[in-house]
């Protein structure tokens, strides 16, 4: 048997068209849902946090450099962020 052949990477285009297609087989559609690759960017950051990683680390991790973290970790429950500003 020779050598596995390699795969291509998927393209973002092709990335994007899957996620709409998974989107699409969830059992109740909500018109004001929006699925994109950024999903998994927001998803990713919101999973760490609740995981107890430190804002640092998931910044780091996301490329973040200013407060727009904030717009990603939005749908966490408001005692968290009091415990990560301190209020």
Do not use: C
Request: glycine letters at 10%.
């Amino acid at each position: 048997m020779g050598p596995k052949k390699l795969q291509k990477p998927m393209e973002y285009g092709g990335f994007l068209k899957s996620v709409k297609e998974m989107a699409k087989l969830l059992p109740e559609q909500n018109e004001k849902w929006s699925f994109s690759t950024h999903s998994f960017r927001r998803a990713g950051a919101q999973l760490y946090y609740q995981m107890g990683i430190g804002l640092e680390k998931i910044m780091a991790f996301g490329r973040w450099t200013s407060s727009a973290i904030w717009l990603y970790l939005g749908d966490i429950p408001a005692w968290d962020f009091h415990k990560e500003v301190g209020v």
